[in-house]
């Protein structure tokens, strides 16, 4: 069965760091690629980063640029994404998702449950 | 503002069709594939149809896409209570070299 685990969110204060992980089982990992996505509370769907099946290639939303880091480490089945200079605005439910092609292009097939992410003092 | 525009809601009868729309440009639904997303409230999307109008295994027929130049469309037929749930249209722009999704439509079944 094809699953994503994300892990790692919580709260923490304006200007902090965090970072998420999903681990992926059912597929080869490796060869997809990945993607988060987020969900302000009572809001629409926003796309946050995606990177390819090798990692070679990462793409990031205006509203994070600068500020978060998507990565993925195959030997661990992992995707990551490393975020810093929290804003109240970041606070969401962040979803990691399974791309149906090696480049983050053409849909996502598969979503985690999500994790909480709280930026508050 | 959402790059891609659908209508925020829609409501039908049990039993009826429904079509959901979702208006883009030439960077984005004018040149990549579409997918659309369901989600019901507490859970996480639901991928309905993606790449070249595919249906994922166990996503009844009752559900299909569609495209035409720089829109594209959700259609749902023989509604039920359980189709009663949030879709979001979505796909790459390749200006903005960034996925993004349609703003949400709101589906009631009366």
């Known amino acids: 069965e094809v699953q994503l685990l994300e892990s790692g969110g919580g709260l923490i204060q304006p200007g902090g760091s965090l970072r998420l992980s999903c681990a992926a089982s059912?597929?080869?990992?490796?060869?997809?690629?990945m993607s988060w996505v987020r969900q302000a509370p009572g809001k629409g769907l926003e796309w946050v980063s995606g990177?390819?099946?090798?990692?070679?290639?990462?793409y990031h939303a205006d509203s994070v640029k600068g500020r978060f880091a998507i990565s993925r480490d195959s030997s661990k089945n992992t995707l990551y994404l490393q975020m810093n200079s929290l804003r109240a605005e970041d606070t969401a439910v962040y979803y990691c998702?399974?791309?149906?092609?090696?480049?983050?292009?053409?849909?996502?097939?598969?979503w985690g449950q999500g994790t909480t992410v709280t930026v508050s003092s | 503002q959402s790059v891609l525009t659908q209508p925020p809601s829609m409501s039908a009868a049990p039993g009826q069709k429904v079509t959901i729309s979702c208006s883009g440009s030439?960077?984005?639904?004018?040149?990549?594939?579409v997918s659309w997303y369901q989600q019901h409230p507490g859970a996480a999307p639901k991928v309905l149809i993606y790449?070249?109008?595919r249906r994922p295994s166990g996503i009844p027929d009752r559900f299909s896409g569609s495209k035409s130049g720089t829109s594209a469309t959700l259609g749902i037929t023989g509604l039920q209570a359980g189709d009663e749930a949030d879709y979001y249209c979505?796909?790459?722009?390749?200006?903005?070299?960034?996925?993004?999704f349609g703003g949400g439509t709101k589906l009631t079944v009366l």
């Open positions: 030439s960077s984005n639904i004018g040149s990549n594939f």
């Open positions: 059912g597929f080869p990992f490796s060869g997809y690629a």
């Open positions: 790449d070249k109008n």
């Open positions: 990177i390819s099946y090798s990692g070679g290639s990462t």
């Open positions: 998702a399974k791309e149906v092609g090696g480049d983050p292009h053409y849909g996502m097939d598969v």
């Open positions: 979505g796909t790459w722009d390749g200006s903005l070299s960034a996925w993004v």
